[in-house]
């Protein structure tokens, strides 16, 4: 794995990585999320961080550039990216984007619309409204079933405790382009009054409950930070279920909100589970099962105890 002039990293190489639990330790500040970025820029071509690929780019330099050897079920696969500063052409817009597009205009035409009754351009963004929302209702939906069991296992291997969890979406019906579009009629002059958009999956809500409880009230900080990581280790599971083999695991910082205890308990789940790479502040945090410690300061990662 290399990058080179990528966010803080002049030039980063490991040149293996093992299979296990990798800790990557160092200072805020330091770019251990950023060489995670660089890693999931890999496998998606996208920040999970930033929408265009100027921030990407060291300061100063002119391009970016990573490479990574990905071992797969199929073989090994060579993956080098240029990274300009600007982008040369458009990704392929994907159903949130798509979505969030819509959004964007249709509330900018509710902001700036003066006259009486509805804009005459409403109704041709309420279709693609419909279109899109419909669209990411149904892969939401699909993805909740999907991960929800993996994450009610992993709570209950880390709690002991049962976790529920469940998609509330704003807008559901057998005919859901029809349910979206009555909703719509409803909430018309709510959303005239109120210059806004108010149906929709923007208004959706993902409800997990710990001991019948809901967890954005009732749970503890702990739990809710276990929670949310459970999920996470779901969709891990649903992807291997999915694809046949492990998915490289990348957790920023997992460990700060959990006490000692309950730590240690997600480490110790964390190994024998394919790739997974973690960052931790606190040398105090390295698991103990760790195959691999990087450590990393000043845009620069060595592998401790090698080079």
Same mark, same amino acid.
């Given at each position: ?18 299979? $296990? ?5 160092? +200072?805020? $500040?330091? $770019? ?7 890693? /999931? ?14 921030? *990407? ?13 990905? &071992?797969?079920? !199929?073989? @090994?696969?060579?993956? &080098? ?12 817009? =994907? ?5 969030? @597009?819509?959004? %964007? ?10 006259? %009486?009754?509805?804009?005459?351009? *409403? ?17 939401r939906a699909d993805?909740?079933?999907?991960? =929800?069991? !993996?994450?009610?296992?992993?709570? +209950? ?53 710990? @001991? ?7 749970? =503890?900080? #702990? ?12 969709? !891990? =599971? ?28 997600? /480490? ?9 790479v973690v960052t ?17 300061? +000043? #845009?620069?990662?060595?592998? %401790?105890?090698?080079?």
């Amino acid at each position: 794995m290399e990058l080179t002039d990528f966010r803080n990293h002049p030039r980063t190489r490991v040149e293996d990585v093992p299979n $296990g639990l990798i800790a990557v330790v160092g +200072a805020n $500040g330091e $770019g251990k999320t950023n060489l995670l970025e660089g890693i /999931a820029f890999l496998f998606f071509l996208v920040s999970p961080r930033a929408s265009s690929t100027e921030p *990407l780019v060291r300061r100063g330099a002119d391009t970016a550039y990573l490479r990574g050897e990905i &071992e797969t079920a !199929g073989g @090994r696969v060579l993956v &080098e990216v240029e990274i300009p500063m600007t982008s040369l052409w458009p990704l392929k817009e =994907s159903v949130l984007t798509a979505y969030d @597009r819509t959004l %964007r205009q249709r509330n900018r035409l509710l902001k700036e619309w003066e006259g %009486r009754g509805a804009p005459k351009d *409403l109704e041709a963004w309420d279709a693609e409204l419909v279109a899109n929302g419909s669209a990411l209702l149904r892969l939401r939906a699909d993805a909740v079933a999907r991960l =929800s069991p !993996g994450a009610q296992e992993e709570f +209950a291997g880390l709690s002991g405790t049962g976790l529920a969890c469940e998609y509330r979406p704003s807008v559901w019906g057998e005919d859901l382009e029809e349910a979206f579009r009555t909703r719509l009629a409803d909430r018309r002059n709510d959303e005239l009054t109120r210059r806004t958009s108010l149906v929709g999956p923007h208004r959706d809500d993902l409800e997990l409950a710990v @001991r019948d409880l809901g967890a954005r009230a009732f749970a =503890s900080h #702990g739990e809710a930070w276990a929670a949310a990581l459970c999920l996470r280790l779901g969709l !891990g =599971s649903a992807i291997q279920g999915e694809v046949g083999e492990p998915p490289v695991l990348l957790l920023d910082d997992p460990f700060s909100a959990l006490d000692p205890k309950r730590g240690g308990q997600v /480490a110790e789940r964390l190994a024998g589970r394919g790739q997974v790479v973690v960052t931790v502040a606190d040398e105090a945090h390295v698991p103990p099962k760790a195959e691999a410690v990087w450590d990393v300061s +000043a #845009g620069a990662a060595t592998v %401790r105890g090698g080079g």
